[in-house]
């Protein structure tokens, strides 16, 4: 059986539709960085998207090439997530998303280094015939948050921030958003396949006890 992170880590992918506190430990990324409305139809977003799954299924696959990377293991490739914000925005601003900053990124394994993903950088730009040199290998240390599953459309979460804002007022803790810290999603539904009402998305954000 491949690894799945999903499965191996519930805690941070799996979280239950009501608030809890949780210590994400540091991760290493593919990670892509860009401007711009994500529902854009071939704009950077989905560029973006192209050249972290080129690289997560080059990496994936790199057991069936002369590439050997030590300690590799089969796993499944994580879900995609993004981290989030506009300029002088404290929290999101659903309604003008042409403002947003994001970060896209899919998890590592800790086995693959800086070099494997060098590697993959470039074997996936020339099988692909993708330009992937925008891919970055980036480690996050997120530390103390709150999290929730959001069930629906991404423009339904106010309400579930909502939720969490004020579990964090009940618990003691405030959000603490900064240039390192930001509003994060984890996606679950593959968007094109199942109905808006039924996405299920981790929405995951910084805080810090009052």
Same mark, same amino acid.
């Given at each position: 059986?491949?690894?799945?992170?999903? =499965?191996?880590?519930?805690?941070?992918?799996?979280?239950?539709?009501?608030?809890?506190?949780?210590?994400?430990?540091?991760?290493?990324?593919?990670?892509?960085?860009?401007?711009?409305?994500?529902?854009?139809?071939?704009?950077?977003?989905?560029?973006?998207?192209?050249?972290?799954?080129?690289?997560?299924?080059?990496?994936?696959?790199?057991?069936?090439?002369?590439?050997?990377?030590?300690?590799?293991?089969?796993?499944?490739?994580?879900?995609?997530?993004?981290?989030?914000?506009?300029?002088?925005?404290?929290?999101?601003?659903?309604?003008?998303?042409?403002?947003?900053?994001?970060?896209?990124?899919?998890?590592?394994?800790?086995?693959?280094?800086?070099?494997?993903?060098?590697?993959?950088?470039?074997?996936?730009? =020339?099988?692909? =015939?993708?330009?992937?040199?925008?891919?970055?290998?980036?480690?996050?240390?997120?530390?103390?948050?709150?999290?929730?599953?959001?069930?629906?459309?991404?423009?339904?979460?106010?309400?579930?921030? =909502?939720?969490?804002?004020?579990?964090?007022?009940?618990?003691?803790?405030?959000?603490?958003?900064?240039?390192?810290?930001?509003?994060?999603?984890?996606?679950?539904?593959?968007?094109?396949?199942?109905?808006?009402?039924?996405?299920?998305?981790?929405?995951?954000?910084?805080?810090?006890?009052?």
């Amino acid at each position: 059986m491949a690894f799945d992170f999903k =499965k191996e880590y519930k805690e941070f992918y799996m979280p239950k539709n009501k608030p809890e506190i949780v210590t994400v430990p540091k991760a290493n990324y593919i990670a892509v960085r860009g401007k711009g409305n994500p529902n854009e139809e071939g704009g950077a977003y989905q560029q973006a998207i192209s050249v972290l799954y080129a690289v997560a299924y080059t990496l994936k696959m790199s057991y069936k090439t002369d590439y050997k990377i030590e300690g590799f293991f089969e796993y499944v490739v994580p879900p995609l997530e993004g981290f989030w914000w506009q300029d002088n925005v404290d929290g999101v601003d659903y309604s003008n998303k042409d403002t947003f900053n994001w970060i896209s990124v899919i998890r590592l394994p800790d086995f693959i280094t800086k070099n494997d993903f060098d590697w993959a950088v470039k074997t996936a730009t =020339k099988k692909k =015939k993708l330009n992937c040199s925008s891919a970055e290998y980036l480690t996050i240390e997120e530390g103390l948050c709150v999290q929730i599953m959001h069930l629906g459309a991404f423009d339904d979460e106010p309400a579930t921030v =909502k939720i969490m804002n004020a579990y964090l007022e009940q618990h003691g803790y405030e959000n603490d958003f900064s240039d390192m810290r930001l509003h994060h999603e984890i996606y679950l539904s593959d968007a094109r396949k199942v109905v808006s009402k039924k996405w299920k998305t981790v929405i995951r954000h910084p805080i810090r006890k009052l």
